[in-house]
């Protein structure tokens, strides 16, 4: 049994399944393979758990496997680079399948190799964590770091499909599943009050991993997210709302290099600067603000930034950041609990003044 | 004064500019320029004769260069990275232009690097080679080479627009400018008899860079090559056609490591065992081999692969070659002078004959 449903984006539409034991359902994978050769990305830790099952789905097609190294500090040119070469050996053509066995950085990774392999092959999405089920492996954004930035190579490229087996989050260590919860209440923030409000009464189940629970926050999460991209697939305009948190997570990752902080640990962060900077632009009141930290604080996840980043740490690395469009700072603001926006008008100061600010919650 | 013609992909048409002297006129190029960043990225070669007048152009604008080393060994992820580090260091956002001054191989990964930062930015054509002017800026292949085979890790993006300046050509030596004299007879053989008499006829005119018969050549050439593109951007079905020689060049170039032969001259060898196969399918005559063989000499090209490579080695790396679809390989073979079509129909004996017959025609 699973929920399904689908991102539209016209020719290239693709569904996503969410269930329990999906990886053991080989017709789910095998349906959406055209070709006759596979190639299945995963990682050191993710492939001796689930590798198996995925390799007997395909028995009836060539397939090989590249295992990468576990950690985004291996998510870059070179790392992908190896990706390559396991396909080049097996001379795998134009028709191949490329299927992403992991977490973000697999998916990212693999997406992106199967966007520029011979110029760009099918991929298939099999997330087996919370952040990539609900987030990184639905809409098409693939990409690899470069040493000045996040995510700063890479491609819209969209999967044939996603299979979300949610049997496989069970081994996921809990920093990475609360770092995955980051993201589900992120929906909840900037598009779904009522969601908002389901995640705050289920705080409990959710964090004790009810199989219930867990189905029903994946599958709103890939709805609300799944509609965003339908109307704006490539970023130009309300797809930026998903960003909510992102801008200062990601300076909280560049800072720390990457591997200290979970990126869900660092968006969490984020969303507590964001909505302190939407309170001092007076877009949302005090009370939402205490609400939000609370439920982020119940999750086990970071309220405030690291002790050791100064707002004008902060300033310098979002200045870089991608989401810098011709010189001004864009961010993502909420102006009501399940509704957010891009914005241009903070200050330096006013940001500068939230970063602090959120420094004095209690965590 | 110059020729102008589209190629139509609806959002995604641009135009070409064909003419004497386009780089000194500064508003040609400025007038396809969202933003305010350029960044120029041409090579050690190039960069000496060309560079300042772009960057004149350009003078209200950030203004960054990148200049790659010259030589399709360059064409690596290693030396692209090159490109996305200048970006980064000079802080180049989403609205930055990415401009290509210089050949093919400038062109394609100028191209790929703008399909690649932060998931694609614009890039404009400013192609300084006849190679580069009738084939590989227009039509939206970008890609690195890998180890294991030419091309293989790329994407399909379209520049903005292509500024041809016939001046260029110019400083071209002698063999690369014959090695662009190819890819114009290209198209006169798949697509375009009328074209392949006129070259035929006027190919004195053309070897002595006469400014007349150049402007024409690569205008007919773009103009065959964007009615193409618009049928078939990515390569599913006509595209293919303008791979004619090309299964054979890669193999070629592959054998040598890239850097003996130039494409062009490889290529002229494939299309010759092109047409010496097509003749033993008896889909066309002994004389029009003889008369494409005759053009290609002529042009000071040469007609026969090289001579320490066996048949066996050409089936062997053309396996690999990404026209491979399904285990079966696809080749493009003439059906008449001026048409082509893709047919998987010649056993791997029938090659081994042709590569072997092209030996022994006079070069």
């Known amino acids: 049994m699973f929920k399904q449903l689908t991102v539209e984006l016209g020719e290239r539409s693709y569904p996503i399944y969410i269930g329990h034991g999906l990886l053991q359902t080989p017709d789910l994978l095998t349906d959406h393979i055209r070709g006759k050769q596979v190639l299945v990305v995963s990682n050191e830790t993710v492939a001796p758990l689930y590798l198996e099952p995925v390799i007997e789905a395909c028995s009836k097609l060539q397939v090989n496997t590249c295992i990468l190294p576990d950690g985004e500090q291996y998510k870059n040119l070179e790392v992908l680079n190896r990706i390559f070469d396991t396909l080049l050996a097996r001379r795998h053509n134009r028709t191949t399948t490329l299927l992403a066995l992991g977490g973000g950085v697999v998916g990212d990774m693999t997406g992106f190799a199967a966007a520029c392999y011979q110029r760009g092959v099918d991929f298939i999405q099999l997330p087996t964590t919370l952040l990539a089920q609900v987030d990184s492996s639905v809409g098409g954004k693939t990409a690899v770091n470069h040493a000045a930035g996040k995510n700063m190579i890479g491609a819209f490229y969209q999967p044939r499909a996603v299979i979300a087996d949610i049997a496989t989050?069970?081994?996921?260590?809990?920093?990475?599943?609360?770092?995955?919860?980051?993201?589900?209440?992120?929906?909840?923030?900037?598009?779904?009050?009522?969601?908002?409000?389901?995640?705050?009464?289920?705080?409990?189940?959710?964090?004790?991993?009810?199989?219930?629970?867990?189905?029903?926050?994946?599958?709103?999460?890939?709805?609300?997210?799944?509609?965003?991209?339908?109307?704006?697939?490539?970023?130009?305009?309300?797809?930026?709302?998903?960003?909510?948190?992102?801008?200062?997570?990601?300076?909280?990752?560049?800072?720390?290099?990457?591997?200290?902080?979970?990126?869900?640990?660092?968006?969490?962060?984020?969303?507590?600067?964001?909505?302190?900077?939407?309170?001092?632009?007076?877009?949302?009141?005090?009370?939402?603000?205490?609400?939000?930290?609370?439920?982020?604080?119940?999750?086990?996840?970071?309220?405030?930034?690291?002790?050791?980043?100064?707002?004008?740490?902060?300033?310098?690395?979002?200045?870089?950041?991608?989401?810098?469009?011709?010189?001004?700072?864009?961010?993502?603001?909420?102006?009501?609990?399940?509704?957010?926006?891009?914005?241009?008008?903070?200050?330096?100061?006013?940001?500068?003044?939230?970063?602090?600010?959120?420094?004095?919650?209690?965590?």
């Not at 809990?174 to 995955?180: H, K, L, V």
């Not at 009050?193 to 964090?207: G, K, P, V, Y």
């Not at 603001?333 to 914005?343: E, I, M, S």
């Open 169 to 363: 989050l069970s081994t996921l260590p809990p920093r990475e599943y609360s770092a995955g919860l980051a993201e589900v209440l992120k929906y909840g923030l900037i598009a779904d009050r009522e969601f908002f409000d389901w995640i705050e009464s289920n705080s409990a189940a959710l964090l004790e991993r009810d199989s219930e629970a867990m189905v029903k926050a994946i599958y709103r999460s890939c709805e609300n997210k799944a509609r965003v991209v339908a109307r704006d697939e490539r970023e130009d305009g309300v797809r930026a709302t998903l960003n909510l948190g992102h801008t200062f997570g990601h300076a909280i990752e560049t800072f720390q290099g990457y591997g200290d902080w979970l990126h869900g640990e660092a968006v969490a962060a984020g969303m507590v600067i964001a909505a302190e900077l939407s309170a001092q632009l007076h877009w949302i009141d005090r009370e939402s603000v205490a609400r939000i930290v609370h439920v982020i604080s119940s999750m086990g996840l970071p309220v405030a930034p690291p002790a050791a980043m100064t707002a004008a740490q902060f300033l310098e690395l979002m200045a870089v950041d991608k989401k810098v469009l011709d010189g001004s700072l864009r961010l993502v603001a909420l102006q009501a609990l399940g509704k957010a926006c891009v914005t241009t008008e903070p200050s330096a100061d006013l940001i500068a003044s939230a970063i602090e600010a959120s420094r004095s919650y209690p965590g």
